[in-house]
C-alpha cells in the first residue's frame, strides 16, 4: 500500500486555520485552548466529561455534509481533530460585541448565576439551535444531559432556551460561514496517514482502515482512541500512560451503518448519535436506553465499539446487545472473524480480542416475528448516570403461549455483561404467566451474585434485577401505568 | 413643596428586575475567573499531595521520586510554614494545612508540589512513596460515639417546660430515628488560590473565597505576618453554598507560602476529585426523638438529639449544629421541648458550611415528626402541620426563647394550598393509587421558617466604600462577595436608588480586604441585608454632605435639595447629576465615604441557649407531586407549586432565580445526591461520574414558582426585602414527603414510611419492601 506521511495536525480553530507538529499525544483540546491558546471562555469543571463546562462544537464532514456537534473539549484529544472546525463560546458574539441570540436569550431569561457552567450550556444549546430551531421541552433536556449547573435550577436556562427558537439563523457566523468553512476542511482531509512524535508519544492518524489495520498489527501495544469518552479518563483522571496512540474517529470506513434483511452493521466508529436514526428504526426499544447514554457530548462522540470493546461490566449497550444476539466482527490484518458477543466477554478486564486485533464492527440481527424484546436501565439519577442495573429481554411465546425461547442478559450483576442462563431455562417451556415469573425470579440468585459499591447494593442490584422481569412480563401483558414517563403524565 | 414634577424614573432602581451584572460576560465566556487571569511570567504550580489512609500514623515520607520529576522547582512541609501550621477558623488549632504526625481522614493534605506546570506538580504529588501505621478509624456518626470518639466542640442544649411531664401525660407518644446524608457543594468552579509576592512580608492573594477577610487573617497566621501584609482579592467564584466560606483558606495559605518561599507568582487548583475528598461538605446526621402528641396531633414534648459527623476537626461544626437545632422547630410550637446536638469527630473531612448550615438538617427532623404523627393517626400530614404552627399570640415562643413576631405562614400555606389545588389532587392521587398497582403517587405541602442573622452575633456588620467621581460616575466596594447570587446587582440598584441615578452610572469593584476591612462571610442569606445597608450609608453620607453644599452654595433651605432621577432639583433649578458633582467637586466637598451597618435588636446566650438570635423570619411553602415505580425504586418529580418570601424584593427576577436554584439543589440532597465511604474509609463518590448532583430533566416536570408579593418585611431591613440564600433550600422537604406518601401508599398509609435521606431508588424500593412486609405481617 502506498501511504504518504503527514507530521502534523491540521484543524480549524474559529476563524484561524491551526497547524501543530510538536504535539502530545495526550494534549487535550481543553488545555490547548486554556493555556496554548489562552481562549478562556472554555471552563474545567471536572475534567471527565460529566460537567459540560467545557462544551466547544466540532464540526467535522460526514459524507460531504458539514456538521457540528456539542463535546466535552476536557477529554478530547487535539489528534482527534484532524480536519475538524473546533468552534468555541469567544466566536459567537458579533465582531461589534452584540451577544448572538442564544447569549441573548440566556441574558434576558436571567439564565446565568454564578456563570462558570454558562458558556457550556450556551454551546450545548447553540448546537441544539443549529439542529433543531423550535425543540420542545424534552429535545432541551435531552440537549442539556451533559450540563451541570448547581445555580439556577435550571427553569431559567429551558426558558432561554424555548425563546432563542423565535430567533432566526440571521447572521450566525456558522450559518453565513459554511461554504467556505466546508472547502477549507474538504482542502485538510489530504487521506495521508498523520503520523506524529516517537515512542511513548507517537500518535498516528491511520490513512483509511487498512492502513489502521495493518499498523494495529505492527504496533499491538498501540492504545485505540475512538471516542475518547473512557481513555479520555485513562489521561485525566489516573494520568495514565496511553502512547503509542491511534486515532480512529476520523476513519469514515469505520463508520458504516448497513441495514439489509440480516439486521444492522455498524461499524465500530459509529457514534451514539450516528447510530441513532436507524437504531431507533430498526429497535425502537433501545431508544429510551439510547438517550440515556451519557449525555448530549458523550454520545456525540462515545462509539458503539469503544462500548463493547472497553469490556466494562456496565457498559449501556452490552446487555442490549447480547440479548439481541449481536456478534462483534473482529479484525486483525487481513483476517477477520466474528464472536457472538456474549463469548467476547470472558471476565472483568478481559475480552476475546488478540494483540493487534480490533473491534471492525457490530452486527446486530433484526427481530424475528413473535420475538419480543425490551432493555432496562437503572440508575441513581435518570439521565446521565452509569447504571446499577441495566437488564435486556427477548422472548419467543409459541402459539400455546409457552415460551419458546429467551434471550437475558445483565449489566452491572457480575464482573461482565452476562446472560441469566438459569432464569431462561426456567421460562423455557413453562407458560408465559404470574406464576412462571415468580418461578424465574426466584432462581436469579443462581445466575447473580452481585457486588455492593457507590451505585447500589448487593440486595438492591438483585430485588431490582427481579423485578425488571415482572416489569418486561407486565409490559409484555399491556397493563397501564407500569412505567414513569416524564413526558406524559399517568393516566389517574 | 416643589411643583417640578420628576422627569422619569431611573433605570434599575431597587424592586425592579434588572439582570445580573456581569449575565453579558457569563454568557460570551468574557467573565474571569482566577484560572482565567493572566499569569505573570514564571508563575509556578502547587499541587497537593493527599493522605492515602483514613486514620494512620506517619511512618515515614520519601519524596525522592516526587523530587525525580522534570519541572519540579520544590516540595512544602510543614517545615517551610514559617507561621503556624494551623487554618482552623474556631480558633482551635485542630485545622493542620499539613498534617503531621498522623492523618485523619483519606485525603487530608500532606505536603504540596511546587512546579513549571499544574500538570507536573499533579503527576510529581502521586510518586510520593508513605509508609503508614493504620489506626482504626470511625467514619460513621454511630460509629463514632460507639467507639467514643470526642465532640470537636461544645454541644448546645435548647429546653424550654416540662419534658418528661409533657411526654408522660401526652395522649400519644411515639419514638424514632432518621438518617439525612450529607452534601457535596458541586461548586462548578472549584477551589483555586493564586498568590503574587510584594515587597518585605506583604502579598497580594486571588482566592475563591465567601470569606475574603478570613482569608487575609489565616493567610497571615500561617506565614507569620500582620493582617496588614496581607490583601485578599475576590471578583466573582463559580459557585460558593458554604463550599468556600472556610474551605478556601488553606489553598490559599499554600499559594502564599509558595510565593513568598520562591518569590514567584504561584497558582493551586485541584483536580475536581481532590476537591471533593479534601474539602469539608455538609454534616449528615442522626436524629433521634421522641414525641408526645395529643389525638388531633397537637405536639405536647419533644425531646430530640441531632448527632452530626462533623469530621476530625471543629471549622464550623458548632455553629452548623446549634443551627440544626434552631430550625428543628421549623414552623412549630412545641410546647414541652428539648433539644441536644452532639457535634461528633469522625475520620473524614472535616464538615463545614453549606446552604442552611444545619438549618436544612434540623427542619427535616422536625418535619419527619410531623410525618410520624400523621401515620400514626392516619391524617394527612398537611393538617397536623396547620395544628401545630406557631400562634400570634400565644404558642408564638421558640425552644431558644425567642418570640416569633412575624408569622405569616398560615397566609402563605393558605394561599399555595389554593393555588396549587392541594385538595383535589390529593384526592386524585389516593384514587390512583387504590387503582394502580406498580406506579404510585405522592404529594406534600411543606412549609419552611428561616431564621436571618449570624448566630455569632459580632459577624452581624458590614462595611461599604463608596466614591463619587466628577464625572458623576460611581465606584462602588463592599465587604460582600459574588458567587453568583447578584449581591452587586442588588447592591449596586440600592446605590443607584440613593443617589437616583441610573443603574449603569455605578461599577461594583472586586471585593477586596484592602478597601473594606473586617468584613464577614458572605454566608447565612446576609449578603444583601447586611452590605445593602453598608452601602445606602455611604451613600447617605454623601448625600448629606451635597445637600449641605447645595443648600450653602445655591441659597435654599436643605428641605428644598431634592435627588431626582439622574437630577438634583434645588429649590426650583434642576441640575444634572454629573454637573452638580463637578459642582461640589469644585467647592471641596468629599465624594467619598465609608458605610457601616450593624443589625439590630440581636442577642444570643449560647451557654443558657435564650435570646433573641434572629433578627426576623424568612417563610415560603412548596407542593410537591411525585411518581415512583416499586418495582425499581425509580421515581420523578411530577410538579411543584412555589410561593416564598423574600419581603419587598430588592429584585424580583434574581430573588426567583434563588428560589428556583435553592429547590433544585435541595431536591438534589434529598434524592440522588449520595456521599458513599468504603471499608477503608474513602469517599468513592468524588466527581459527577459517580455523585449525581440534578440535570435539567431532574427538574420538576411542572414548576410553578410566585415571590409572595404582598410580604413585606416587617424589620427594618433594606427596602424592607428579605435574606433569600438559604431559605427556599428547605422548600425541597416536600419532595421527600411527597416519595413517602407514594411509599405509605403501599401499606393503606397507616405505617410511617422513615424513608431515610438521601431517598435514592434503593432507598425508595427498601422502603417500599419492608412497608410491604409489615403490612403482610399483621
Known sequence: MDIQIRNSIRFLLNDKAVELTNVAATQTLLDFLRLDRRLRGTKEGCAEGDCGACTVLVGRLNHGQLTYESVNACIRFVGSLD????????????????????????????????????????????????????????????ALQGNLCRCTGYAAIIRAAESVSACNAGNDPLVAERARVIEQLQALKDGRRVDIGEGKQRHVLPANVDDF??????????????????????????????????????????????????????????????????????????????????????????????????????????????????????????????????????AYGKQDRMAGEFVEAIHIPRLKQGEQFAVYKISKRLDEDISSVCGAFKVVLDTAGKVQAAAIAFGGMAGTPKRAATVEETLIGSSWNDETIERAMSVFAKDF?????????????????????????????????VRLNRYEAAVG | ????????????????????????????????????????????????????????????????GVRACAGVIGILTVDDIPGHNDVSPAGKHDDPVFAVGKVEFHGQPMFAVVAETRQIA?????????????????????????????????????????????????????????????????????????????????????????????????????????????????????????????????????????????????????????????????????VAYELGFDNAGRIEAVDATFSARCGFSADLSGPV?????????????????????????????????????????????????????????GKDPLDIRKANFYGDTDRNVTPYHQTVEDNIIPQIVAELEASSDYAARREAILAFNRENRILKRGIALTPVKFGISFTKTEYNQA???????????????????????????????????????????????????????????????SGSDLNGMAAANAAQQIKARLADFAAEHYAVPKSEVFFEPNTVRIGNRLVPFAEFIRTAYGARVQLSAAGFYKTPKIHWNRAEGRGRPFYYFAYGASVSEVSIDTLTGEYQVDRTDILHDVGKSLNPALDLGQVEGAFVQGMGWLTTEELWWDAKGRLRTHAPSTYKIPLASDRPRQFNVKLASWSVNREETIRRSKAVGEPPFMLAISVLEAISMAVASVAEYRIAPRLDAPATPERVLMAVERLRAARNGK
Open chain 2, 122 to 286: 499533579r503527576q510529581a504529588a502521586s510518586k510520593v512513596k508513605v509508609e503508614y501505621r493504620d489506626l482504626d478509624h470511625a467514619i460513621d456518626v454511630l460509629e463514632a460515639e460507639k467507639a467514643g470518639y470526642p465532640l470537636v466542640i461544645d454541644p448546645l442544649k435548647l429546653e424550654r417546660g416540662d419534658i418528661a411531664g409533657g411526654l408522660a401525660n401526652a395522649a400519644n407518644r411515639l419514638s424514632g430515628e432518621m438518617r439525612i446524608g450529607g452534601q457535596d457543594h458541586f461548586y462548578l468552579e472549584g477551589h483555586i488560590a493564586f498568590a503574587m509576592p510584594g515587597e518585605d512580608d506583604e502579598v497580594t492573594v486571588y482566592s475563591s473565597t465567601q470569606h475574603p477577610s478570613e482569608t487575609q487573617h489565616m493567610v497571615g497566621h500561617v506565614l507569620g505576618v500582620p493582617s496588614n501584609a496581607v490583601t485578599v482579592n475576590v471578583r466573582r467564584m463559580g459557585g460558593g453554598f458554604g463550599g468556600k466560606e472556610t474551605q478556601a483558606n488553606l489553598f490559599a495559605a499554600v499559594a502564599a507560602v509558595a510565593a513568598k518561599k520562591y518569590k514567584r507568582a504561584v497558582k493551586i487548583r485541584p483536580d475536581r476529585d481532590d476537591d471533593m475528598v479534601a474539602t469539608g461538605k455538609r454534616h449528615d446526621f442522626h
Open chain 2, 1 to 64: 413643596m416643589n411643583s417640578i414634577q420628576p422627569i422619569a424614573r431611573i433605570r434599575g432602581g431597587v424592586h425592579e428586575q434588572q439582570p445580573h451584572e456581569s449575565g453579558h460576560k457569563h454568557v460570551s465566556g468574557s467573565a474571569e475567573y482566577i484560572d482565567d487571569m493572566p499569569e505573570p511570567a514564571d508563575t509556578l504550580h502547587a499541587y497537593l499531595g493527599l493522605s492515602q489512609r483514613a486514620h494512620a500514623e506517619i511512618v515515614s515520607i520519601d519524596f525522592e
Open chain 1, 449 to 481: 451474585t452481585p457486588l455492593t459499591d457507590w451505585r447500589a447494593s448487593a440486595d438492591y442490584r438483585l430485588l431490582t434485577a427481579k423485578n425488571l422481569l415482572r416489569r418486561f412480563y407486565l409490559d409484555s401483558t399491556g397493563e397501564g401505568n
Open chain 1, 83 to 142: 480536519a475538524c472546525h473546533v468552534v468555541t463560546v469567544e466566536a459567537l458574539a458579533a465582531a461589534d460585541g452584540s451577544l448572538h441570540p442564544v447569549q441573548q436569550a440566556m441574558v434576558d431569561t436571567h439564565a446565568s448565576q454564578c456563570g462558570f457552567c454558562t458558556p457550556g450550556f450556551v454551546m450545548s444549546l447553540y448546537g441544539l439551535w443549529m439542529h433543531n430551531p423550535s425543540p420542545a421541552v424534552r429535545d432541551i433536556e435531552k
Open chain 2, 463 to 525: 462595611g461599604a466604600l463608596v466614591h463619587v467621581y466628577t464625572d458623576g460616575s460611581i465606584h462602588l466596594n463592599h465587604g460582600g462577595t459574588e458567587m453568583g447570587q447578584g449581591l452587586y446587582t442588588k447592591v449596586a440598584q440600592v446605590v443607584a436608588d440613593e443617589f437616583q441615578v441610573d443603574l449603569d452610572r455605578i461599577k461594583v469593584t472586586a471585593t477586596t480586604t484592602a478597601k473594606v476591612p473586617n468584613t464577614s462571610a458572605t454566608a447565612a442569606s
Open chain 1, 213 to 346: 489495520a495493518d499498523f494495529m498489527e505492527a504496533n499491538p501495544s498501540a492504545t485505540i482512541v475512538a471516542g475518547s469518552t473512557d481513555v479520555g479518563l485513562w489521561v485525566t483522571k489516573f494520568m495514565r500512560e496511553i502512547g503509542p496512540v491511534v486515532f480512529t474517529s476520523h476513519l469514515d470506513g469505520l463508520r458504516q451503518i448497513t441495514a439489509d434483511n440480516d439486521g444492522l452493521t455498524l461499524g465500530a466508529g459509529v457514534s451514539y448519535t450516528d447510530a441513532y436514526p436507524v437504531i431507533s428504526e430498526h429497535f425502537p426499544q433501545l431508544s429510551e436506553l439510547w438517550n440515556r447514554i451519557g449525555g448530549e457530548q458523550v454520545r456525540n462522540m462515545g462509539t458503539i465499539g469503544g462500548n463493547v470493546a472497553n469490556g466494562s461490566p456496565i457498559g449501556d449497550t452490552p446487555p442490549a446487545l447480547i440479548a439481541l444476539g449481536a456478534h462483534v466482527l473482529l479484525r486483525k490484518g487481513q483476517n477477520r472473524r466474528s464472536v457472538p458477543m456474549e463469548q467476547y466477554f470472558i
Open chain 2, 321 to 377: 449544629t446549634d443551627r440544626a437545632l434552631f430550625h428543628a422547630d421549623n414552623c412549630y410550637f412545641y410546647p414541652n421541648v428539648r433539644l441536644r446536638s452532639r457535634p461528633l469527630k469522625t475520620n473524614t473531612v472535616s464538615n463545614t458550611a453549606f446552604r442552611g448550615f444545619g438549618g436544612p438538617q434540623g427542619m427535616v427532623g422536625g418535619e419527619r415528626m410531623i410525618e410520624d404523627i400523621a401515620y400514626a393517626l
